[in-house]
């Protein structure tokens, strides 16, 4: 339910039939902190969203910013193409500090365009070039951006779809329980690279998330990563992890794969990792896959200088200690608990994802929609997730409180009661 008008028409008029998120939540925002949104009206909400995990630290950020007014005031470096900036400098310091060395990790820093599927792209291009293949190992329900080489990794049809070409040098596997719980789905991939006649191209890398943001909260067990780490090590193919929207402490830890003992070869990151909601980018690759010579993967925005302004402060502020991911854990464990109230008002759903990426499955998009879209016309901004958005999934800042996160779970909740109790009525 629209709470303002007045500027619907230039965005109706003027906007591409491309815009998405409006169409659910419509209204006009003008301002917001924290965890909340405010639109024309007045109209606060809470963000169960946050810029589709691009806001783990909630919005405008007090320390962040004043880092970056500083900066601008100052008339700090706003765009240096790769140069090197003090800002810049200062990032890598601190991203050195608090998060490779930490974990043992001596990955070089690819600054890349500032978008998540740049990154992938860079990641594949990479991988190809180190190991002179072409052909990448992805997974269902994966997604990995839409341009052309993240596309072919995609598994959503409607998102392929837009492509308008073939899509190439990408072998589809299945991910982690996507054959039930009694297959196997890593047996099924090592029994295919084994087989000279499987008729699989001897991949260049072996592509993945550890929670498949889009494809519907898919959490593969650390068991099962950790022995795809290891067929890609046996089979001479690099390990990309896809950390973009489940990186940067959603899933509980700054890295959705810490604890699970592995190291990958390449790791993207974007969204939540300037920490502000600034367009970033970023791949991590082992020195010895450091192969792209000077511009050879490129981009006039590389490299956001404002970005890496506000990451810096972000990495300080919430990975100097273990505050942040004792306050995720506390989270996490309401969340869960709103979601299995939800679960238990309706057969047959459960729950998915790990953290504070976390969603129930309530079998229909239709019903999971309409939760949402009540839910909205109750103050709280939550969406959809699965092949046919049939998780109700929540992407709540990281830092948001408990008792703004206890607020819109009961608003969820009863969001979920007053629409089954509608569709109970409808089947009656």
């Given at each position: 339910?629209?709470?303002?008008?007045?500027?619907?028409?230039?965005?109706?008029?003027?906007?591409?039939?491309?815009?998405?998120?409006?169409?659910?939540?419509?209204?006009?925002?003008?301002?917001?902190?924290?965890?909340?949104?405010?639109?024309?009206?007045?109209?606060?909400?809470?963000?169960?969203?946050?810029?589709?995990?691009?806001?783990?630290?909630?919005?405008?950020?007090?320390?962040?910013?004043?880092?970056?007014?500083?900066?601008?005031?100052?008339?700090?470096?706003?765009?240096?193409?790769?140069?090197?900036?003090?800002?810049?400098?200062?990032?890598?310091?601190?991203?050195?500090?608090?998060?490779?060395?930490?974990?043992?990790?001596?990955?070089?820093?690819?600054f890349v365009g500032p978008t998540g599927a740049n990154a992938v792209e860079a990641a594949m291009k990479i991988a190809r070039k180190a190991t002179g293949r072409t052909n990448v190992i992805a997974f269902t329900n994966g997604f990995h951006g839409v341009t052309q080489g993240a596309l072919a990794a995609t598994g959503n049809s409607y998102h392929r779809g837009g492509?308008?070409?073939?899509?190439?040098?990408?072998?589809?596997?299945?991910?982690?329980?996507?054959?039930?719980?009694?297959?196997?789905?890593?047996?099924?991939?090592?029994?295919?690279?084994?087989?000279?006649?499987?008729?699989?191209?001897?991949?260049a890398a072996i592509l993945l998330e550890t929670v498949q943001g889009e494809g519907g909260l898919n959490a593969a067990s650390p068991e099962w990563i950790a022995r795809v780490a290891q067929l890609a090590k046996d089979h001479g193919a690099l390990l990309i992890i896809d950390d973009i929207q489940a990186g940067c402490g959603r899933t509980g830890s700054f890295f959705s794969f810490d604890e699970m003992g592995i190291t990958p070869d390449i790791v993207t990151l974007a969204k939540s990792v300037s920490g502000f909601g600034l367009p970033m980018g970023l791949v991590l690759v082992r020195p010895e896959h450091d192969v792209m010579g000077p511009a050879e993967h490129n981009g006039t925005f590389r490299g956001n200088t404002h970005a890496f302004v506000t990451?810096?402060?972000?990495?300080?502020?919430?990975?100097?200690?273990?505050?942040?991911?004792?306050?995720?854990?506390?989270?996490?464990?309401?969340?869960?608990?709103?979601?299995?109230?939800?679960?238990?008002?309706?057969?047959?759903?459960?729950?998915?994802?790990?953290?504070?990426?976390?969603?129930?499955?309530?079998?229909?998009?239709?019903?999971?929609?309409?939760?949402?879209?009540?839910?909205?016309?109750?103050?709280?901004?939550?969406?959809?997730?699965?092949?046919?958005d049939e998780v109700v999934k929540i992407l709540a800042p990281l830092t948001i409180s408990d008792a703004t996160l206890g607020k819109g779970l009961n608003i969820l909740i009863d969001a979920a009661r007053s629409v089954t109790s509608n569709f109970k009525v409808a089947a009656e």
């Open positions: 339910m629209s709470t303002n008008t007045s500027q619907m028409p230039i965005f109706k008029r003027r906007e591409s039939e491309a815009r998405s998120y409006c169409r659910g939540f419509d209204t006009v925002f003008t301002t917001a902190q924290g965890a909340e949104m405010t639109d024309t009206a007045g109209r606060r909400y809470i963000d169960f969203l946050a810029g589709c995990s691009s806001l783990n630290y909630g919005h405008n950020d007090p320390d962040m910013k004043a880092a970056l007014i500083d900066h601008i005031a100052g008339d700090g470096i706003t765009h240096g193409l790769d140069m090197h900036t003090d800002a810049k400098g200062a990032f890598i310091e601190t991203f050195e500090a608090k998060i490779l060395k930490p974990r043992d990790m001596d990955h070089k820093l690819m492509a308008g070409t073939t899509l190439n040098n990408v072998t589809r596997m299945p991910y982690d329980g996507y054959m039930g719980a009694e297959f196997d789905t890593c047996d099924l991939l090592a029994a295919m690279l084994k087989d000279a006649s499987s008729g699989m191209d001897a991949p990451a810096r402060v972000a990495i300080q502020k919430f990975w100097s200690d273990g505050r942040l991911q004792e306050d995720i854990s506390r989270r996490a464990a309401m969340v869960e608990d709103g979601l299995k109230t939800i679960a238990a008002m309706i057969p047959g759903a459960y729950l998915k994802g790990r953290g504070m990426m976390r969603g129930v499955d309530v079998g229909s998009g239709e019903l999971a929609g309409d939760i949402c879209a009540h839910a909205f016309c109750e103050g709280l901004i939550v969406e959809t997730s699965g092949p046919n």
